[in-house]
Structures are given as structure tokens and as C-alpha cells.
């Protein structure tokens, strides 16, 4: 049974009720689930400038100087996170408790575009442990780089964030989220019910499954509405079907 555009409206407000349900409860469950159940993450970053190590003592730098960065930068950013650095860093600071395999699920190495910049950004369950990781590979990252590529010299800009706030997860994000699939969810799960539903409740559709043009409809009715000659009437119209507020009467051949 094809809808048109206005018993869309219809289908929807009929199961109105449905809708706004699955979506509170979805929204409540899923806002419940990050401010309690997920455990927040927060991350702290640490920036390295590379410029060329024999021009270290000057104070502009050149063009040149600059492209010589930049071009480190990218091989740079490639070794810092293989087990070459992270297993000096693990041997070094064995107070972090880690192995090289959650320092690479922990750190993610970028780079600034067109600059000789590189960001080592770690998470952790504590800002504190965070800190502490970047650093330990920052300054191992430094100390360790020169007997495998000389010729860049590393500049660290420590961070220390005064307030840090949790980057993961976001509760707000999550609702949000959580709202929008519901709500689409609920609304194709009403059509699908809608759809589903066989029961003839309009003479529209009546015609629509007989082929047939309605002739009269009988409204619904009380006995109380009438008054009959010689004796009471049933509170059921003969001509009323079971369960329905109407008589329809259609043509047959």
C-alpha cells in the first residue's frame, strides 16, 4: 500500500509516541554510558622544530634553513614511532610501565604543513601519565637521532596545560549522534509497521483493495439516537461491522 505525501503526516503522528520513546531512551542510555560506564582520555602534546644543526647559533633563520627542516621532518616523523626509538624509550623509563606496543597505540606523530614543526601527541587515562610519555619520547626522540640521521638540529617546546580536559569521549557528540540515528530509525520502523498493517480503516481504502467505487457510507451511531417503534433497539447496528466506527457500502457487478 503506496502512501501519498499527506498520509505521511498521518503516519506519523499516529505513532507519534513511538518516535519520542525509542529516542529519549536511546539518547538517555547512550548519554548514561559516556558520562558513567566510558572511562575519560586526555592528551598532551609536545612540539619539535628541526632546523639545520650548522647554522644552530643563528638567530634568523633562512630559507634554506627552513627547507632543510622541513625535508627532516617528514623522515623524522617516520622513525620517531618505529620500535628503533620506542624500545630505547621503554629501556630508559622503565618507571612508565609500558611496553612498545601501547607507546604506538598511545602516540600519534604528526607534522605541520610547509613548516620544520612536528607534534608528538600521546593519550592516556590521566593527563599527568600522559605528560610524562611524550616527554620520555621527545627527549629520547632528541638524544637518539643523530647517530641515525646527523644533520638536523631539534628544538622541543614543552607543554603543560594548567586545566586539561578530557578529549574522550564526548558526551555531547555521542547524544547528538544517538538522537539523529533513533530518530531516523524510528520513523522507518513506523512505516514499516504502517505497512505491515493490513486492517481497513477508511472507504479510501476499501476502494483501494476492491476495485470499487463507495456508494454510501452509514456513520456510526447510538441506539440512544434514535427512538424505534414497538421495542428497543440493539446497541449494535445491524448494518455497523464489529470494531468499527462505520458502514461502508460498496458496488458489485
Known sequence: MELELKEYATVLKKRLWLILLVVAVVCVLVGFYSYRMVEPQYEASNKMIVTNKTEEKKSVLSSDDMDMGMRLVYTYKEIIGTSVILEKVVEQHPELKLTVKDLMDMMVVDSVQDTPVMTISVRDYSYEGALKVSKAVADVFKSEISSII????????????????????????????????????????????????????????????????????????????????????????????????????????
Request: proline share 9%; hydrophobic share 40%.
Open 150 to 253: 646527523p644533520g638536523g638540529n631539534i628544538t622541543i617546546l614543552y607543554e603543560n596545560n594548567a586545566d586539561p580536559k578530557p578529549v574522550t569521549p564526548s558526551p555531547l557528540l555521542y547524544v547528538v549522534i544517538a538522537f539523529v540515528v533513533s530518530l531516523m530509525l524510528s520513523i522507518g520502523f513506523c512505516f514499516l509497521l504502517e505497512y505491515l498493517d493490513d486492517s481497513i480503516r477508511t472507504d479510501k481504502e476499501v476502494e483501494m483493495v476492491l476495485g470499487l467505487p463507495t456508494l454510501a457510507v452509514i456513520q456510526h451511531f447510538k441506539s440512544s439516537d434514535f427512538k424505534a417503534r414497538g421495542g428497543s433497539v440493539s446497541r449494535r447496528s445491524p448494518v455497523e461491522p464489529p470494531g468499527s466506527g462505520k458502514a461502508i457500502v460498496n458496488a458489485s457487478d
